[in-house]
């Protein structure tokens, strides 16, 4: 974050080109190798994920100045859904990237 001219704060994401992709196809989940992909959710990170709110960020991000395009908030409010369902993430990465032969949601 950084402040402009008239002290605004304003949000400057790092790789903010892909941190929400505008196509799924695009979306990259480098941890998909990683044992914990296919691990169940902590509690504690069920009671997290609960309280994520797709709408409140996209606000938040408005406010800071980023107009957030149409199909990257689809993005965000798409992969929120999927976090809430409980799903582990190895099965996240398979729906937004259309491996959806063996996907039992």
């Known amino acids: 974050m950084s402040k402009d001219e ?14 929400l ?6 979306c990259t989940f480098e941890w998909l190798s990683w044992p914990q992909a296919r691990v169940p ?6 009671e997290y994920i609960k309280s ?5 960020d996209l606000a938040l991000l408005q406010f800071y100045g980023w107009e957030v395009p149409l199909e990257c ?10 976090l809430k369902k409980g799903i582990m993430l190895e099965t996240i990465s398979l729906v937004m990237n259309h491996h959806l032969d063996n996907v039992a949601l």
């Not at 008239?6 to 941190?19: A, F």
């Not at 992709?21 to 695009?26: C, Y």
């Not at 959710?41 to 069920?46: A, G, I, K, R």
């Open 6 to 19: 008239n002290g605004k704060t304003l949000l400057i994401p790092i790789d903010h080109g892909y941190c």
């Open 21 to 26: 992709p505008d196509r799924f196809e695009d």
């Open 41 to 46: 959710f902590s509690l504690d990170t069920v």
């Open 52 to 56: 994520l709110d797709a709408e409140e």
């Open 73 to 82: 908030a689809r993005t965000l409010r798409i992969s929120t859904m999927l």
